[in-house]
Every structure is written in structure tokens, then in C-alpha cells.
């Protein structure tokens, strides 16, 4: 197990180098995620936001089942101001297991959601084209319906793109989604030259698993393709090189993967279990992470201003 060690010798690392104080702290953010409901995570969020000196707007909606509605919480801040908006979206809500407990819910997705803040704080500093908003999500384990929701109250007329972030806790390897549409090759085009110009590992999936990115580009779940909305989009994660093209694979091998049969990637033994814990976030990927998405909505931002 290559990547616990390393993380254990990170973590070593933290407490005696002053300039690795910032990844516990990182670190230590993902962890305040863990909570016994999805309405205590957020909470989280809009003090964390409010932490890096921003003015969260919390919008409520009626989600969950048609038989057993419930309240909904989308966390939003927006950073500059133009006519056309670049969304930088992950969930931060956690799935229920089978047993009624909660997910711990940190790979899946607290960690994305630390990596958007740090992306956003960057993102002030820069003298963008556009207005960035932030959304972090609720409901997205229920059936996509925060990002559903919120299309809903505001539409889509004003948005140039929409980067998504879904399981990015761990590895330097990024993985993006090539099944967003064709309206969507310039954003892949802008996705692989930030990965080209960084010199990072990068994967890109002709199936990659769905997140709230479908809400956005019209290309549904797979079993319901009701038409949507048409929007330039990316969903993106991050993990260890070996377990992307595991992976990759395991999604896109078709019969003869080469894969042991029964494989199932590690990441797909972490979510959605009691697996998905701390031991599994390394403050190296939530820093990458930031740094990535912040590059990647700068280069759209230029690109499509011109
Ligand atoms: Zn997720």
C-alpha cells in the first residue's frame, strides 16, 4: 500500500515543516466535513468560505424524493464580474449507506470541495474576463438534484462553462470526463493544455462516471437521456496514475480489460462505504487540486474572451 505510506510519512512531514503547516491545515478542513447529516456539512462550508473571506449565499430548495420532499442547501460565491459566468461546481453533501448511517463522505467529496475554495482564493487575485461562481452543492447522491435545482432558479442563458470537480483526494493523476458532448471540446482542449503546460498526469475517460456535470451538458445519466440544457462542461477528479488507468479501464476496456475478474478500482471500494475516510486525503492532491482548477478557469477565461 505505496500511497498510505506516503501519506503517513506526509503527515510526519507536516508537523515538523512550516511550509507544509498549510496542507494539515487543508487536510484538517476535509476532515471538519465528517458529520452526522448532510445540514451540519453545511454549515461547514459557509464557515469555511467566510474563514477565506468570503460572503457565502445560501440558497434553499425543496429536493429529495417526490413522496418524501426534502430541503435542500446550495452554497454560492461569486468572484469578479463580467457578462458571461464560469461555474466551478463540486457536491459537498454525503451519501447515506445502506446500514442508515452516513458516509464520511471526505474522497467523496469533501476534498473537491476544499480544492474549489483554494481554487477560489486564488481566482480573486486574478483580473478576470468573467464572473466565477462557485456553487457547492447539496443533494448530489440523491440524484443530481442541487445542480438540477439551481438550473431551475437561474438558468443557463449567462453561462460560458461549467468545471465540475468529483473525487479528488489523493494522487497526482487527474482524470477528466470526454463524454460531456461535442459542445464540449474546447473545454477538454483548455483542460489538456493546463495539464501539458503543468507537466501532470492526466487521463481522459470516453466514460467517465457521472456527477452533476450532467445536469449541465445535456448528456444525462446513461439509462435517462431526457434532453437538457446544452452547456461547454468538464467534470474532473484526481487519483494515484495506477488506480486512473485501473480505472479507465474498468470504464472503458470493453471486454478483454486485463483487469483480474471482479476487479473493482480502490476508489470504488472507498466511496459509498465506511472506507471513505481521512486515511485516504492527502494535502498534496486538495493544494494540486486548487492550483489545477484555478489554471484551468484562467485559461477558459482568456480563451473565451477572445
Ligand atoms: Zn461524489
Redesign the pocket.
Known amino acids: 500500500m505505496l500511497f498510505r505510506s506516503l501519506a503517513a510519512a506526509a503527515a510526519v512531514l507536516a508537523v515538523s515543516s512550516p511550509v507544509a503547516a498549510q496542507d494539515v491545515d487543508l487536510r484538517a478542513q476535509v476532515a471538519a466535513f465528517i458529520q452526522p447529516t448532510n445540514a451540519a456539512r453545511t454549515d461547514v462550508v459557509v464557515s469555511q468560505l467566510r474563514a477565506a473571506g468570503f460572503d457565502p449565499v445560501v440558497e434553499t430548495f425543496v429536493g429529495g424524493e417526490t413522496d418524501a420532499p426534502m430541503e435542500g442547501r446550495n452554497v454560492v460565491i461569486t468572484i469578479g464580474d463580467g457578462p458571461r459566468e464560469i461555474l466551478l461546481t463540486a457536491?459537498y453533501d454525503a451519501v447515506v449507506l445502506r446500514d442508515g448511517s452516513m458516509s464520511q463522505g471526505v474522497v467523496?467529496?469533501a476534498a473537491s470541495v476544499v480544492g474549489v475554495i483554494e481554487a477560489a482564493k486564488i481566482l480573486r487575485t486574478r483580473n478576470l474576463n468573467h464572473r466565477v461562481r462557485i456553487i457547492l452543492f447539496d443533494q448530489?447522491?440523491l440524484g443530481l438534484i442541487g445542480a438540477r435545482k439551481w438550473v431551475e432558479a437561474h438558468g443557463l442563458t449567462n453561462v460560458a462553462v461549467v468545471v465540475n470537480s468529483?473525487?479528488a483526494a489523493y494522487g497526482d493523476t487527474m482524470m477528466y470526463g470526454l463524454n460531456n458532448g461535442a459542445q464540449s471540446t474546447g473545454v477538454v482542449r483548455a483542460v489538456r493544455e493546463v495539464c501539458a503546460e503543468r507537466a501532470m498526469n492526466c487521463v481522459g475517460f470516453p466514460v467517465y462516471p457521472p456527477?452533476d456535470d450532467r445536469v449541465f451538458s445535456g448528456a444525462g445519466l446513461g439509462r435517462q437521456s431526457a434532453p437538457g440544457p446544452v452547456v461547454p462542461t468538464i467534470s474532473l477528479g484526481f487519483q494515484d496514475h495506477v488506480g486512473a488507468h485501473q480505472m479507465w479501464l474498468a470504464f472503458n476496456g470493453g471486454q478483454n480489460t486485463g483487469l483480474a475478474e471482479g476487479f473493482v478500482p480502490q476508489v470504488f471500494q472507498l466511496i459509498h462505504s465506511h472506507g471513505d475516510t481521512m486515511e485516504h486525503v492527502d494535502p498534496a492532491t486538495l493544494k494540486l487540486s486548487g492550483e489545477t482548477y484555478a489554471a484551468v478557469v484562467e485559461r477558459l477565461d482568456r480563451q473565451l474572451s477572445q
Open positions: 457536491h467523496d467529496n448530489e447522491e468529483d473525487v456527477s
